[in-house]
C-alpha cells in the first residue's frame, strides 16, 4: 500500500507540491504513450490549485488532459445555473485555459434522465481506460464527490440527495439544491492514483476520522483506506488531530 500523508506550513506550499506530484504523475502517463484522464473536484479548497495549474500549463501538459468532474448538482435551470459546478469549471479553469483540454465532461444537471446520465458517464470513463488520477476535496462531513455519510463503499455513478450540513456550507441552508449527481465511491477507488487535499481546523475531525478510525460509511472518505495509492495533501490545522 502506497500512503502518503503529507503536511505543509501553508497552503501556497501545499498547492506546490500538489502541482508537482501531479506533473510527475502526468509525465510518466504521457511518456508511456498516453493521455491522462482526471477525476477533478470543486470547492472553495480548490480554487488557488486551478489558478497555479493555469500558470503551470505547460509543466502540467494540461493541453493532454482528458477532464471528468467529480459531481453535479441536479436539477440545473436558468434560476440556478450560476450556482453550478459547470460554472465554476468555466470561471476557475476552462475558460482562462490558453490551450483547451482535449476533453471536458461533467454530469449533464439538464438532463431528464439522470439514471441514464450516469451510465452512460460510467461507461464514457471506462470506454477511456478508467480514471488515471482523481484529485479530492473533503466535505465537512467526510463527503468525497457528493458521496454524503452512508453511501456504499461499492457506489457507483448515480443521482444522490444532499446532506442538510452539506446544504448548510454549500448553500448558507438555503435548499438551492436539494440533488446532485456524482461519480460513486466504487468509481473513485477504480481511480490508479488518489491525491486529496484537505485544510483547516474545520476539517480536523473528519482528517482524523478517514484516516486514523476503520473505515466507516459515517466517514466516506474512509473508504479511501481500502485504495492502493492515495497522497493526503493537508494543512497543519487540518492535520492537528493525527
Ligand atoms: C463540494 C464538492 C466536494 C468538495 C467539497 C469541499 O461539496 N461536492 O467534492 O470536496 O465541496 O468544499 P470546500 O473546499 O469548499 O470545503
Redesign the pocket.
Known sequence: MNHKIWRFDNANSLYYALIDSLAQSISKIVDSGRNPVLAL??????IPFYRIAIESAEKLQIEKWLCFN??EYYPIDESNEELTFEEFMEQNFYSRLKEPVQLKKILDGRTHTPEQECLEYEKLIKSHGGIDICI?????NG????NEPKSAFDSRTRLVDLHPQ?LM??FNGQAIFTHAMTMGIGTILESKEIMLVALGKSKAQTIKSAIKEPPSTQCPASALQRHECVTWFLDQEAADLI
Open positions: 473536484p470543486t470547492g472553495n479548497t480548490m467529480l459531481d479530492l476535496g473533503l466535505g465537512l463527503h468525497i464527490g457528493f452539506t456550507s454549500n
